[in-house]
């Protein structure tokens, strides 16, 4: 990514490239301070570290400015120190960066990411061949791994995006999430600017989309849903996006056509991306799924898929080289994805995860079908289907809502009951619950566990 | 809620009523099941989902298997 940082500030060196509520950091500025970390990392013998700090101002040159020294970065989520020790020891860093006061005596060499910028910058020359990068996936079914990169691959992904110097992209997502990353590169590529409010909740977004000019944002559903929910409750101005976008969640159509009314002027596309396959490209075209176009592209496309047994696998050029601490994969080989999904007509659907099926008596349910009809339902701001535990059935489909401010809770409950009442008997929502809010980690609905 | 017996009675009229599986003079020795209220093994749980919510807990996690609305009155009788 440090190429593309060099040739927007190499064209115009004062434009715009990061902006916060407080700063404004240009191509120029953050090229220079990404020298300045290679230098620092060069000088201290770094090979790998962790980062643990999260303002992207910061964040960018660190990430480049390593990629520029050969050095592999993982970027840990904000998370307290005992989580950070266990992070350390997981994957065997030895090295944090990070300007925060309680990460000393973790066991790991701390260098103060204010003094890694202070240092001379280090000279022009020629990129490494091997920049390695690691990412932590979410962790929705699990502990984070780390999933290996190498920024080459990553930036091979971004060779069709076009020249945009006036579009002002939002960070709805943290730079240690891989979805991060994708705006990142493609802000960068793009010549554009990046948005990057903090904390990178909704309300924080909607924020920096009203105040700092956002005309393009990517984001989950489930911070979709917030951002409209908390634009209702507040009454403010519809920000004017020029660019909405969704990815990181199957996307359920009564969403599309709420964000689509919602920000009326705006393109609405969704991304296919995960931390192991990269980015499959983004659909324009408004409907909820996949084109079949995206199946049996053929040996020569970047990004391939089929679906096997119920299953999408996906073969990318731009993808992983493998996990931490495991042998490396074919990296331009098929994987399953994890994802569930049917072909209907024209288009791919998703059904859910592979590990969000519920187990109802032996009968194997989607939760997410069920999700998108109950989201149809007026009253409904956020709708969440999981299994519980249940000693007749092993399990059964429990329906969590978060309803809309002011709604007869009876009234819904039975419209709830009545949306399902034509699914089949297993899948029925047998436990409904009313709710302030509904669990998510990384902006995604946890689904998997009760 | 509490788990005296008319509470726990209401709990049960009211679930079968939603499921509109309410006999005429459902009684506390009506069975629940086959030629009684007629719950199936999807209801049942539903059942004890509720149960579960509306007092905290349910003869059916613990293993039993209750035949009337006396046979839950009597779980939660015993304090369980």
């Not at chain 2, 209401?10 to 679930?15: A, D, L, P």
């Given at each position: 990514m440090f190429e593309l940082l060099e040739r927007v500030a190499g064209e115009e060196p004062g434009r715009a490239a990061v902006v916060t509520h407080t700063v404004s950091r240009s191509y120029g500025e953050l090229l220079a301070d990404a020298r300045r970390v290679a230098a620092a990392l060069t000088r201290e013998g770094v090979?790998?570290?962790?980062?643990?700090?999260?303002?992207?101002?910061?964040?960018?040159?660190?990430?480049?400015?390593?990629?520029?020294?050969?050095?592999?970065?993982?970027?840990?989520?904000?998370?307290?120190?005992?989580?950070?020790?266990?992070?350390?020891?997981?994957?065997?860093?030895?090295?944090?960066?990070?300007?925060?006061?309680?990460?000393?005596?973790?066991?790991?060499?701390?260098?103060?990411?204010h003094e890694l910028l202070a240092t001379d910058p280090a000279p022009s020359g020629p990129l490494p061949v091997d920049r390695p990068h690691l990412v932590l996936t979410t962790g929705t079914t699990g502990a984070p791994r780390g999933v290996r990169h190498d920024w080459s691959r990553l930036v091979r992904g971004t060779s069709r995006v076009a020249p945009a110097p006036g579009q002002r992209w939002l960070l709805a997502y943290g730079l240690h999430q891989f979805a991060g990353l994708q705006v990142l590169l493609h802000v960068l590529a793009a010549g554009a600017t990046l948005v990057a409010p903090a904390p990178r909740r909704p309300r924080e977004g909607l924020a920096a989309m009203r105040e700092l000019g956002v005309t393009h944002a990517s984001a989950t559903p489930t911070y979709w849903r917030f951002?409209?929910?908390?634009?209702?409750?507040?009454?403010?101005?519809?920000?004017?996006?020029?660019?909405?976008?969704?990815?990181?969640?199957?996307?359920?159509?009564?969403?599309?056509?709420?964000?689509?009314?919602?920000?009326?002027?705006?393109?609405?596309?969704?991304?296919?991306?995960?931390?192991?396959?990269?980015?499959?490209?983004?659909?324009?075209?408004?409907?909820?799924?996949?084109?079949?176009?995206?199946?049996?592209?053929?040996?020569?496309?970047?990004?391939?898929?089929?679906?096997?047994?119920?299953?999408?696998?996906?073969?990318?050029?731009?993808?992983?080289?493998?996990?931490?601490?495991?042998?490396?994969?074919?990296?331009?080989?098929?994987?399953?994805?994890?994802?569930?999904?049917?072909?209907?007509?024209?288009?791919?659907?998703?059904?859910?995860?592979?590990?969000?099926?519920?187990?109802?008596?032996?009968?194997k349910v989607h939760p997410l079908p069920i999700e998108e009809r109950v989201a149809a339902v007026p009253g409904v701001d956020m709708a969440r289907v999981h299994g519980r535990p249940n000693a007749m059935t092993g399990a059964i489909v429990a329906l969590e809502v978060v309803p809309s401010r002011g709604v007869d809770l009876e009234a819904l409950r039975s419209d709830l009951r009545s949306a399902c009442a034509d699914l089949p008997a297993a899948a029925r929502p047998r436990s409904i619950r009313f709710v302030d809010t509904v669990d998510t980690t990384g902006s995604k609905i946890v689904r998997s566990h009760a | 809620m509490s788990t005296s017996p008319e509470?726990?009675?209401?709990?049960?009229?009211?679930?079968?009523?939603?499921?509109?599986?309410?006999?005429?003079?459902?009684?506390?020795?009506?069975?629940?099941?086959?030629?009684?209220?007629?719950?199936?093994?999807?209801?049942?749980?539903?059942?004890?989902?509720?149960?579960?919510?509306?007092?905290?807990?349910?003869?059916?996690?613990?293993?039993?298997?209750?035949?009337?609305?006396?046979?839950?009155?009597?779980?939660?009788?015993?304090?369980?």
């Open positions: 090979g790998r570290l962790a980062v643990v700090d999260h303002e992207a101002p910061f964040v960018v040159p660190l990430l480049a400015g390593a990629a520029l020294a050969g050095v592999e970065v993982t970027q840990y989520p904000p998370v307290e120190p005992d989580e950070v020790r266990d992070l350390l020891a997981r994957l065997g860093h030895d090295v944090l960066v990070t300007d925060r006061a309680d990460l000393s005596g973790l066991g790991a060499r701390v260098l103060a990411t951002l409209v929910a908390e634009m209702r409750s507040d009454g403010g101005p519809v920000p004017a996006l020029r660019q909405v976008t969704l990815g990181g969640e199957a996307v359920p159509g009564p969403l599309l056509d709420v964000v689509r009314s919602t920000f009326a002027g705006a393109s609405v596309s969704q991304v296919y991306a995960a931390s192991e396959f990269g980015s499959t490209g983004s659909m324009r075209d408004g409907r909820p799924g996949l084109s079949v176009d995206v199946l049996d592209r053929g040996d020569d496309a970047d990004v391939d898929m089929r679906v096997v047994d119920g299953e999408l696998w996906i073969r990318s050029r731009t993808g992983m080289l493998g996990y931490h601490g495991e042998p490396p994969v074919d990296a331009d080989g098929w994987r399953a994805t994890g994802d569930l999904v049917e072909v209907d007509g024209d288009r791919v659907l998703f059904r859910g995860r592979t590990s969000e099926i519920i187990n109802v008596g032996g009968v | 509470d726990v009675r209401r709990t049960v009229v009211e679930f079968l009523t939603l499921i509109e599986k309410l006999p005429e003079g459902f009684a506390d020795d009506t069975p629940l099941y086959a030629d009684g209220a007629g719950l199936d093994s999807l209801e049942t749980a539903e059942l004890s989902a509720t149960l579960e919510d509306v007092h905290g807990s349910d003869p059916y996690a613990t293993g039993d298997m209750p035949q009337t609305l006396g046979d839950i009155q009597a779980f939660f009788a015993a304090g369980s």
